[in-house]
C-alpha cells in the first residue's frame, strides 16, 4: 500500500463541522487566511508524495472512502495550499477543479490530532 497523500489535523473550525450536513469538508493548512481557518479542518503537515486518483483510498483515522472524482486542480491545490473540499456524494465527476469526491458515505466526525491520508 502506498502512501499517497498524509496530514495530521491541528484544529477544526468552529463552522466546519455544520458543512457534514452536506456531506462536505474543507482542508486547508495552518497557513490558511483567518477568516477562512473558522470553516475548514486545519492541518500542519502536507505531504503529497504522488498524484490523488480515482480508485484510491481517502482515510479518517480508520474510517476508509473511496476516490470516486479528482477535480482538475486537486494535486496542484494539495500541494501548494493544502487546500480542497471533500464531497462525500460518489460522483464521478467533480463539480469544482478543487474537489475531491469520495464514495457516498457518512462523514466520520474530525478531531484535532487526527490522522488524514490517501492511499493506493
Same mark, same amino acid.
Given at each position: ?8 489535523? /491541528?484544529?477544526?473550525?468552529? #463552522? @466546519? ?6 456531506? #462536505? ?6 497557513? @490558511? ?13 502536507? +505531504?503529497?508524495?504522488? $498524484?490523488? @486518483? ?8 480508520? #474510517?476508509?472512502?473511496?476516490? /470516486?472524482?479528482?477535480?482538475? @486542480?486537486?494535486?496542484k ?14 460522483? /464521478? $465527476?467533480?463539480?469544482?477543479?478543487? /474537489?475531491?469526491?469520495? $464514495?457516498?458515505?457518512?462523514i466520520?466526525?474530525?478531531? +484535532?490530532? $487526527? ?6
Amino acid at each position: 500500500m502506498n502512501k499517497v497523500y498524509f496530514t495530521n489535523v /491541528t484544529s477544526i473550525g468552529p #463552522m @466546519a463541522p455544520t458543512f457534514y450536513a452536506d456531506k #462536505m469538508i474543507i482542508l486547508f493548512k495552518s497557513d @490558511a487566511p483567518e477568516e477562512l481557518k473558522e470553516f475548514c479542518i486545519v492541518h500542519e503537515k502536507n +505531504e503529497l508524495n504522488d $498524484e490523488v @486518483a480515482v480508485g484510491d483510498t481517502f482515510k479518517i483515522g480508520e #474510517m476508509e472512502y473511496k476516490v /470516486t472524482a479528482v477535480g482538475d @486542480a486537486v494535486n496542484k491545490n494539495l500541494r501548494d495550499l493544502g487546500h480542497i473540499t471533500i464531497r462525500f456524494n460518489g460522483s /464521478t $465527476e467533480a463539480d469544482l477543479p478543487g /474537489t475531491l469526491c469520495l $464514495e457516498d458515505k457518512d462523514i466520520k466526525e474530525i478531531n +484535532e490530532g $487526527e490522522t488524514l491520508e490517501i492511499v493506493r
